[in-house]
């Protein structure tokens, strides 16, 4: 099984910072991944698959990057709606796997 | 625009059998994609659990293979997930999804989710 990491778990920051979250996977998954966010009480939301290409509908300011092992996606300026936990996910092969979550808050 | 919306019992006691249905609203699961079922523990990260195509081929993980079955019933516009001999650890929301183009793919639409509970 494919097991992804993610940094950090939590991380404090304010409306119009600049915020990264890393995934890594323990093998290599070339691009197939895709960003989640989700809210509490709600269903996940896809953000972006193919580690950069974005949903229809989802702000500009979220981007992806990153092949093969490594990942990231960056918020250039935080919004009061981005507050959240954000998931990766690799669809490289099976079993599909998510990294274990990193929550967004309120510095 | 496709919606999908999980029914079923929300608590259950240990060695039961989880049974929930996902009823797909405005898409007929006959006419493609590829239909999932997704698990988060209370304050923890999701769980791929296993897919289904109209076809009825099936792709499960690993991890719960042996207790797991998901179906599709097209006439009625729904698919199933059956776990059984559940425990503690099976509690969770359960949410059923649907996968983009493939197996291989994203979760691109959600239902809101269901939480079940397993206690004596």
């Known amino acids: 099984d494919i097991q992804m990491t993610q940094s950090p778990s939590t991380l404090s920051a304010s409306v119009g910072d600049r915020v990264t979250i890393t995934c890594r996977a323990s093998?290599?998954?070339?691009?197939?991944l895709a960003w989640y966010q989700q809210k509490p009480g709600k269903a996940p939301k896809l953000l972006m698959s193919?580690?950069?290409s974005l949903e229809s509908g989802v702000p500009s300011r979220f981007s992806g990057s990153g092949s093969g092992t490594e990942f990231t996606l960056t918020i250039s300026s935080l919004q009061p709606d981005d507050f959240a936990t954000y998931y990766c996910?690799?669809?490289?092969?099976?079993?599909?796997?998510f990294g274990g979550g990193t929550k967004v808050q309120i510095k | 625009q496709v919606q999908l919306q999980e029914s079923g019992p929300g608590l259950l006691k240990p060695s039961e059998t989880l049974s929930l249905t996902c009823t797909v609203s405005?898409?007929?699961?006959?006419?493609?994609?590829?239909w999932a079922w997704i698990r988060q523990p209370p304050g923890k990260g999701l769980e791929w659990i296993g897919t289904i195509y109209r076809s009825g081929n099936t792709y499960y993980n690993s991890s719960l293979k042996s207790r797991v079955s998901v179906s599709v019933d097209t006439s009625t516009n729904q698919f199933s997930l059956n776990l059984d001999s559940v425990t503690a650890a099976d509690t969770a929301v359960y949410y059923c999804?649907?996968?983009?183009?493939?197996?291989?793919?994203?979760?691109?639409?959600w239902g809101q989710g269901t939480m079940v509970t397993v206690s004596s």
């Open positions: 093998q290599t998954i070339t691009r197939w």
């Open positions: 999804a649907r996968q983009r183009v493939g197996f291989y793919d994203t979760f691109d639409v």
């Open positions: 193919k580690a950069s």
């Open positions: 405005n898409y007929s699961i006959s006419s493609g994609y590829y």
């Open positions: 996910q690799q669809y490289n092969s099976s079993p599909l796997t």
